[in-house]
């Protein structure tokens, strides 16, 4: 019930390609979905994040595309560059409590 | 600027020492949390507090102790009793407030703690 499947684990992608992350969560009272960066020997950041009642958010080259149906949500880069390379973890809230629970990551390679 | 403070940046740590990593945070965040990441595993939960003086063990806080008595701070030791401590050590804070710009998380830079 509190689990947040991420898919892939490892992406390459080349540069202006687009990189798909796909993230899969199972409790319906999850009020919301960031997508944090982490590049290595940092801290994660807040990329982009969307509420189950909008199917999609665009913020300049990233989007998340969000089914609740399916309880299914996605992060889509656009035009991708060897500057997007990271890690990525996807996160749904539990709004009773505030925690969020973290997908375990996708480490996105851009080639130049 | 509001934010969280990790240190130190690198800590090595003998067999059976125990070490505490700090975390400080000036964002006036209710809630803080700790969490230990090693490569291929993403992030685990090892202790979070949601209150001054209060605080609950996470998916792994075997080996692990916390104290929270100051809004601020919320020191995480690492004891001798964890056998396997090096890992990125992440600390994180978050708002109880209602509106959605108080959802996420802010994230520390971290610490590497290495046993030597």
């Known amino acids: 019930q509190q689990q947040v499947k991420q898919s892939p684990q490892s992406l390459i992608v080349q540069k202006g390609g687009i990189s798909i992350i796909n993230c899969a969560y199972e409790?319906?009272?999850?009020?919301?979905f960031p997508w944090y960066q982490q590049f290595p020997g940092k801290g994660p950041a807040l990329l982009i994040a969307i509420r189950p009642d909008v199917s999609e958010k665009k913020e300049g080259r990233f989007t998340i595309s969000f089914n609740k149906s399916a309880k299914q949500f996605s992060l889509h880069i656009m035009d991708s560059q060897p500057g997007d390379s990271a890690t990525y973890f996807c996160?749904?809230?539990?709004?009773?409590?505030?925690?969020?629970?973290f997908g375990q990551g996708t480490t996105l390679q851009v080639k130049p | 600027d509001g934010g969280i403070t990790q240190s130190p940046k690198y800590l090595f740590r003998k067999e059976g020492q125990n070490v505490t990593l700090s975390c400080e945070q000036n964002l006036n965040h209710d809630a803080m949390y700790w969490y230990r990441q090693d490569p291929g595993q993403g992030l685990r939960l090892i202790y979070y507090?949601?209150?001054?003086?209060?605080?609950q063990k996470g998916d792994i806080a075997e080996g692990y102790s916390v104290s929270r008595e100051k809004k601020e701070s919320f020191p995480l030791t690492v004891t001798s009793a964890q056998k396997n401590p090096t890992a990125f050590y992440l600390c994180?804070?978050?708002?109880?407030?209602?509106?959605?710009?108080?959802?996420?998380?802010?994230f520390g830079s971290g610490t590497r703690l290495t046993v030597v």
């Open positions: 996160a749904s809230r539990a709004g009773n409590t505030g925690k969020l629970i």
């Open positions: 994180a804070s978050s708002s109880h407030r209602g509106e959605e710009i108080h959802y996420g998380y802010t």
């Open positions: 507090s949601q209150i001054v003086n209060d605080f």
């Open positions: 409790n319906t009272a999850f009020d919301y």
